[in-house]
């Protein structure tokens, strides 16, 4: 029933202003340490390694707080606006970047537009308002629990847009064979399952519990990148 | 090895800070070191044979109101393998009151070839307690690939999460050495400064790969990768 | 083709002129909030000139913003900046991640972002220019990001550009073929660009024009001028007369306007 939703949501089509954000591939590559497939994988693992664990786990922890809410009619607003907040401070601390901070949040914030246009619900007006946006893992638990997927399937997003945003923005910046790239993601698809798959499976867990993998250079090359004059990525 | 170390540091009532309590034991071994400020210093002494796999050591800290207490150690501690493949472990947790100032300075922890180390560090500040906190990680002895090791970190301000990060090194996990983590960096590190009275500042570039950034909440935090300790020590000097 | 539609796109056909007074299209949607117009067109077409010459135009009298989309972020911007057209603070710049035509057709939620942020920052806003990246032909603007568009090339793309037709020059609310003072040095015969337009538009007006003679854009001005009327409610209540259709100038390029009684500009009617 839900599959097709699953899909659009997957989708890197879907109009949620992931196009303009490499992930820190673009900084990688000014810098020399990405120029090829080899360093593109490389590049990947680490993504897949260190941010896919946690933008995972909180998107799939937000989701299941949301869906518990629909599910509950007895459940007070307070209720799940107490996860919210506490999911969202929990994250804020592990993102020490500001500019990485603003990344998530305005990713976030297009993610709710697309995601209110696409399946209405209340449940993203209970999402902590912040003038920036909420955090794209946020967003993404909300409006994956509002397109009746499941919490592995949320989890499951989560992790394949790790890959395939900076995938797509090497494509774009280095030309690379884009059979190559697609191949690469396919010997990557098990390992992202696992990571999508853990990340559910500690989404009950209390927010300060949840993953806190750090990458150095994703947050420092975050900070060169954002005093760039010139750049083509937001992140 | 199973050890223990506390400390608790509290206001003399005259401006400096009385240990009322130090307690340290084999291969935690504690030595107060007077050096006439008003903060007390304690130097970790003799960590540098391990931890050893197997190992699982404490370390509790208890700042009090007004207190300033300054932890550092003589040498770098290097975590090495046990013979059964058991994990090493150091676990610190502290507390500062309101008032109360931490500075945690230790020198670098070296991941040792087949180590598999977790360091885990919880802090709760008060509000308006203050806080240096650094940790510096080197991937292997000279010329050595590293063992696997995790350093965590999770730092409260006035009931809230201010800072929570771990980074895990070494083979069991793709991609740690590569683009997107320490593009072949040695060292690693950071330097936490909580300081409920500083203006917010913007971000700051420190080097190619250094950056000081502003947290959500009243800190900083410097982040860097280098070639070696030595360079990493200048962009986390404290 | 309806039956009331007189119009034919086939060039072996006279063309024929709406009625004068009578739009062909239906009236904007009166907006509660600016209206959104955005500029497209070819590199090196002089969209940012253009948008340039607008605020230079408008900025006195509209309370105007511009969201910039170019493939490096704040290029457009700066010159718009450097340029004094505008205060800084109502210029955004528009990350595209190497696709200005995504974040203007495919995925536009930075630039509604954009367009957002700058009302929350400056207030009640009568219009924001969102200028694209230069792209190709085929790039438009989403209706959902803006009310009307401006597809800008210019003679020195060669006078077939408008033959070749494509999204842009086919469809836009306004086509402006810039740069007419270079004309004769590229060898462009304006006659065949009007020709060609015409016959691909219909009733869809074209302006010539050259900034460098004209730095205000006067004919875009008031084309601009006339959308946020109608935006606005106001305008169409007396409208008659007023030649939103099928304006056919030449602007700037001899000094002067060629615009007759029946094929001049819109009428910049009731703007503030």
């Known amino acids: ?235 | 090895m199973r050890a223990l170390a506390r400390i608790v540091a509290e206001a003399d009532g005259r401006g400096g800070t009385r240990l009322a309590r130090l307690r340290g034991e084999p291969p935690l071994q504690l030595r107060h070191t007077p050096d006439g400020s008003p903060m007390a210093t304690v130097h970790l002494i003799g960590s540098a044979a391990g931890p050893l796999g197997g190992d699982d050591l404490r370390i509790e800290i208890e700042v009090g109101e007004g207190a300033a207490l300054c932890v550092r150690s003589v040498a770098a501690s290097i975590a090495l393998p046990g013979r059964d493949g058991a994990p090493s472990r150091m676990t610190v947790t502290a507390t500062v009151a309101a008032g109360g100032e931490l500075r945690w300075l230790p020198e670098q922890l070296v991941a040792a070839a087949g180590c598999r180390h977790q360091a885990t560090s919880t802090v709760e500040l008060a509000g308006g307690a203050r806080l240096w906190w650094r940790e510096e990680l080197i991937c292997g002895r000279h010329d050595e690939r590293p063992g696997d090791a995790v350093v965590s970190t999770a730092v409260d301000y006035d009931g809230g999460p201010l800072l929570r990060q771990s980074l895990t090194i070494g083979p069991g996990t793709p991609g740690w050495d590569g683009p997107a983590v320490l593009g072949g960096a040695r060292a690693t590190g950071s330097l936490l400064l909580v300081d409920p009275d500083a203006a917010p500042t913007p971000p700051v570039v420190l080097g190619a790969t250094a950056v000081r950034m502003p947290l959500t909440g009243p800190a900083t935090l410097v982040s860097a990768t280098a070639p070696d300790a030595h360079v990493l020590r200048g962009y986390l000097d404290a | 083709m309806r039956a009331d539609h007189a119009y034919d796109h086939d060039e072996t056909v006279p063309h024929t002129h709406p009625e004068p007074g009578v739009d062909p299209h239906p009236p904007l949607p009166q907006l509660d909030r600016a209206v959104r117009i955005g500029i497209g067109g070819p590199v090196g077409s002089g969209k940012t000139a253009l948008v340039a010459a607008l605020c230079r135009a408008l900025a006195g009298q509209l309370r105007l913003a511009v969201v910039t989309n170019d493939i490096y972020t704040t290029e457009d911007a700066d010159f718009l900046k450097r340029a004094g057209v505008l205060d800084s603070a109502r210029i955004r710049a528009v990350e595209t991640g190497c696709c200005p035509h995504t974040a203007i057709r495919d995925d536009i939620s930075a630039n509604l972002d954009a367009v957002e942020e700058l009302e929350d920052a400056l207030g009640p806003l009568d219009l924001v220019l969102v200028e694209s990246g230069g792209d190709n032909l085929t790039a438009t603007f989403s209706k959902g990001l803006v009310d009307q568009q401006i597809f800008v090339v210019d003679v020195a793309g060669g006078d077939k550009v408008p033959r070749k037709g494509g999204p842009g020059v086919t469809t836009a609310d306004l086509l402006v073929i810039n740069k007419t003072d270079l004309a004769p040095l590229v060898g462009a015969d304006l006659a065949v660009m009007d020709r060609d337009a015409r016959a691909r538009r219909g009733t869809l007006p074209t302006i010539f024009q050259s900034i460098a003679q004209d730095p205000h854009a006067s004919q875009v001005a008031a084309w601009v001028r006339h959308v946020v009327a109608h935006s606005r409610g106001l305008g169409h209540a007396g409208a008659q007369g007023d030649s939103h259709a099928h304006s056919r100038t030449h602007a700037g390029a001899e000094g002067h306007s060629h615009a007759d009684a029946q094929d001049r500009g819109p009428a910049p009617a009731g703007v503030r």
């Open chain 1, 1 to 235: 029933m839900h599959r097709t939703a699953y899909l659009l949501l997957a989708d890197g089509r879907f109009p949620s202003g992931g196009h303009a954000h490499s992930s820190g591939l673009e900084a990688a590559v000014a810098a020399g340490r990405v120029t090829d497939l080899a360093g593109l994988e490389q590049f990947l693992h680490g993504r897949l390694s260190y941010a896919a664990p946690v933008t995972a786990a909180f998107t799939a922890a937000t989701h299941l707080s949301a869906a518990r809410t629909g599910s509950a009619p007895s459940a007070t607003e307070s209720d799940v606006t107490v996860p919210f907040l506490s999911l969202d401070r929990e994250l804020e601390a592990r993102t020490v970047s500001p500019a990485l901070r603003l990344a998530s949040r305005r990713q976030g914030r297009a993610l709710l537009r697309a995601g209110r246009n696409t399946w209405p619900s209340e449940l993203y007006g209970q999402l902590p308002k912040h003038p920036d946006g909420p955090h794209q893992p946020l967003a993404l638990g909300v409006t994956a629990a509002a397109a009746g997927l499941s919490t592995e399937e949320a989890a499951q997003i989560a992790a394949y847009g790790v890959l395939t945003g900076p995938a797509s923005a090497a494509v774009r910046l280095l030309g690379l064979d884009p059979y190559q790239v697609q191949n690469l993601l396919a010997r990557m698809a098990g390992a992202c399952d696992e990571i999508a798959a853990a990340a559910a499976a500690v989404a009950h867990k209390s927010p300060q519990e949840l993953p806190a993998h750090a990458a150095p250079l994703a947050d420092i090359s975050a900070e060169l990148h954002a005093t760039w004059e010139v750049r083509l990525f937001a992140s």
